[in-house]
C-alpha cells in the first residue's frame, strides 16, 4: 500500500494537473471533476492510512473506511463532500454529465478544498 507521503503527493500533482487547465476554455471540464475527485480521493486515502487503514481496494471499501475511522464518523461532513465529488465524477464520466465552469470552481474552492484542509490537519497529529 501506498504511503502517507504517496498519498498526499499523489493528490498535490492531480491538483497540479488541474491548475494546469484553462479552465474558462477548457472543452475537458469533464475530467477537470474526476481530477477533482480523485484529488480528494488521495487525501482521504493518505489520512486513512495514517490510521493504518490500508485494505481497500475498491470504492465500497473506501465508503466503508469513512465507518471504520472514528475521526472520520465524528465528521460526517467530509463524507458527504467525497460523495458528492464521486457521484459527479461519476455522472461526468458515465452519464456524459458536462460541469460548467462554475461547478467547477466550486468543487475546487468548496468540496476539495475542504478535504485537503481536513486532511493536513489531521495527519501531522
Same mark, same amino acid.
Given at each position: 500500500?501506498?504511503?502517507?507521503?504517496?498519498?498526499?503527493?499523489?493528490? #498535490?500533482?492531480?491538483?497540479?494537473?488541474?491548475?494546469?487547465?484553462?479552465?474558462?476554455?477548457?472543452?475537458?471540464?469533464?475530467?477537470?471533476?474526476?481530477?477533482?475527485?480523485?484529488?480528494?480521493?488521495?487525501?482521504?486515502?493518505? =489520512?486513512?492510512?495514517?490510521?493504518?487503514?490500508?485494505?481497500?481496494?475498491?470504492?465500497?471499501?473506501?465508503?466503508?473506511?469513512?465507518?471504520?475511522?472514528? =475521526? =472520520?464518523?465524528? !465528521?460526517?461532513?467530509?463524507?458527504?463532500?467525497?460523495?458528492?465529488?464521486?457521484?459527479?465524477?461519476?455522472?461526468?464520466?458515465? !452519464?456524459?454529465?458536462?460541469?460548467?465552469?462554475?461547478?467547477?470552481?466550486?468543487?475546487?474552492?468548496?468540496?476539495? #478544498?475542504?478535504?485537503?484542509?481536513?486532511?493536513?490537519?489531521?495527519?501531522?497529529?
Amino acid at each position: 500500500m501506498a504511503s502517507v507521503a504517496e498519498h498526499l503527493a499523489q493528490a #498535490r500533482h492531480n491538483e497540479a494537473f488541474l491548475e494546469s487547465l484553462d479552465l474558462r476554455t477548457t472543452p475537458y471540464l469533464d475530467w477537470a471533476v474526476t481530477i477533482i475527485f480523485y484529488a480528494a480521493l488521495h487525501y482521504i486515502r493518505g =489520512l486513512l492510512s495514517r490510521h493504518q487503514v490500508t485494505n481497500i481496494s475498491t470504492y465500497g471499501d473506501m465508503d466503508k473506511a469513512f465507518d471504520r475511522l472514528t =475521526l =472520520l464518523r465524528q !465528521n460526517p461532513s467530509i463524507h458527504t463532500d467525497y460523495r458528492q465529488l464521486k457521484d459527479d465524477s461519476r455522472a461526468a464520466r458515465y !452519464n456524459m454529465w458536462s460541469p460548467a465552469y462554475g461547478d467547477i470552481v466550486d468543487f475546487r474552492d468548496g468540496e476539495l #478544498r475542504r478535504i485537503r484542509e481536513f486532511v493536513l490537519a489531521h495527519v501531522a497529529r
